[in-house]
Nanobody
């Protein structure tokens, strides 16, 4: 079984920064693409950023230039550095890991979600 444990959510004022982390553990043969999604009340769950094992990144237009995704392959951990936060960044943030299991199967695993609130 695979578990994704998120940490780092909280409250910030506009213009401030927060950092999120997510560590995958359990029955893991390999970890492939990792990423972050977010969901605000009344909205769908949207992609924020992804990063491959080789470091290739993709960002939603709304966070380009403000957020940075990174990973530590040895620790099976993905990070999201959020700078210049805006009220519209307020959402529950979910970690995603694409995990290869013994036997060659691939599965998407999600973290429990962590609340990020940006308010003055």
């Amino acid at each position: 079984q695979v578990q994704l444990l998120e940490s780092g959510g909280g409250l910030a004022q506009p213009g401030e920064s927060l950092s999120l982390s997510c560590a995958a553990s359990g029955s893991i043969f390999s970890v492939h693409t990792m990423g972050w999604f977010r969901q605000a009340p009344g909205n769908r769950r949207d992609l924020v950023a992804t990063v491959t094992t080789t470091g290739t990144t993709h960002y939603a237009d709304s966070v380009k230039g403000r957020f940075t995704i990174s990973r530590d392959n040895a620790k099976n951990t993905v990070y999201l550095q959020m700078n210049s936060l805006k009220p519209e960044d307020t959402a529950v943030y979910y970690c995603l890991a694409v995990v290869g299991r013994p036997g060659g199967t691939m599965h998407d695993w999600w973290g429990q979600g962590t609340q990020v609130t940006v308010s003055s």
